[in-house]
């Protein structure tokens, strides 16, 4: 079984050549030593936060995706295995089972006289939402909208916002959520 710091090892080299940067450009872009790059790469080092926070916003790509298992080749995940969240009488289902820095795509399915209040996120942040089945009223930053089948609606994922079925029939729509990238300091 993998470490952390084997995984970071592994996905560093990875993303570093992948993206045409040698160790010397990426240690630069981050303001650290060449060694300490190398130092990671070879699984020598298990650098603090701030270096690998350094090198996520260099990268651009979130922490989790320097630090999980890296991904081989094609993966079949089973309906019962993919993440469910109840909310309410609703219920949202994460479409993408790998993290993808920066994004979340879920489908949302709503019986008729269901609510689901969305999290504001930072400061912003984009959402989509794609009606497919039936009809959702988006309630954001005090505008109703009716969003049918086939309708997308752009909104600020910064503001509360909620989700509602008035039809007497299910609802199902699919939320894309575009997060912002942190402030870096």
């Known amino acids: 079984m993998s470490t952390p710091v084997e995984h970071l090892a592994e996905n560093l080299r990875l993303i570093r050549t992948k993206t045409g940067l040698t160790q010397s450009n990426l240690a630069e872009m981050c303001g650290v030593p060449r060694s300490t790059i190398a130092n990671i790469e070879t699984g020598a080092s298990n650098p603090t936060l701030s270096v690998l926070t350094k090198l996520s916003g260099a990268l651009r790509v979130g922490l989790e995706e320097l630090l999980s298992a890296p991904r081989t080749g094609l993966q079949h995940f089973k309906a019962a295995d993919i993440e469910t969240i109840k909310r309410g009488k609703g219920r949202i289902k994460k479409l993408l089972p790998h993290p993808i820095p920066g994004m979340e795509i879920d489908r949302i399915e709503l019986p008729p006289g269901a609510r689901i209040v969305g999290v504001p996120h930072r400061s912003g942040t984009q959402e989509y939402l794609c009606c497919e089945v039936g009809q959702f009223v988006l309630w954001t930053g ?35 959520v575009t997060f912002a990238p942190p402030a870096f300091r």
Do not use: M
């Open 142 to 176: 005090g505008d109703r909208v009716i969003v049918e089948a086939g309708d997308v609606v752009a909104f600020p994922g910064d503001q509360k916002h909620s989700y509602i079925n008035e039809g007497d029939a299910s609802a199902v729509a699919f939320s894309v």
